[in-house]
Every structure is written in C-alpha cells, then in structure tokens.
C-alpha cells in the first residue's frame, strides 16, 4: 500500500504532478473548498 505524508512525497512518487500540488497547497491555504474524483475503484478500502 502507497503511503505520503505529504503533498511533496506524493510529487516525489509521481503519483501528483508538481503543479498540483502547489494548486492544491494554495486552494487549502486560501480555504477553498475542492472536489477530488476518480474512477470506480478509486478509494476503494472494501478490498484491504
């Protein structure tokens, strides 16, 4: 199982661009609310 810490972890895995990160990093920072989606599976803990 993947684990980070850190929106930078996730850079260094390349699981997140760079970009992102920051842009994620500013919208929490400014209070911005953000909606994160993904494929069907994604997220999916019924199968750990």
Known sequence: MLQANSLDELVVLGK??????????AAAVGGLNVLVVGGTPAGNTANR
């Open 16 to 25: 997140v661009t760079r970009q992102a990160a920051r842009f994620l990093e």
